[in-house]
């Protein structure tokens, strides 16, 4: 990989984890007048499509890609 290759893929990543970081603050918004964060709001949708207690709180946290701490 040359340098502007390497260059361009890390102004590529930082785009990318900025947009994330901005669409999940606006979901955050949204979701905020139910009480529930994005990531809850994910970890309560994972629960009610999965058979729940076949996963551990570990595994679950490494499917929706957040801490363990994070399902807590």
Do not use: P
Not at 24 to 36: E, I, N, P, S, Y
Not at 38 to 47: A, K, S
Not at 51 to 68: M, P
């Amino acid at each position: 990989m040359t340098t502007k290759s390497f260059t361009e893929s890390m102004t590529l990543l930082a785009e990318l984890s900025l947009t994330a970081g901005r669409v999940t603050k606006k979901l955050d918004r949204g979701l905020a007048v139910h009480g529930v964060s994005f990531n809850e709001f994910l970890i309560l949708h994972f629960l009610a499509q999965s058979n729940i207690g076949t996963k551990s709180r570990i595994e679950l946290a490494e499917s929706l890609g957040i801490t363990a701490s994070g399902i807590t």
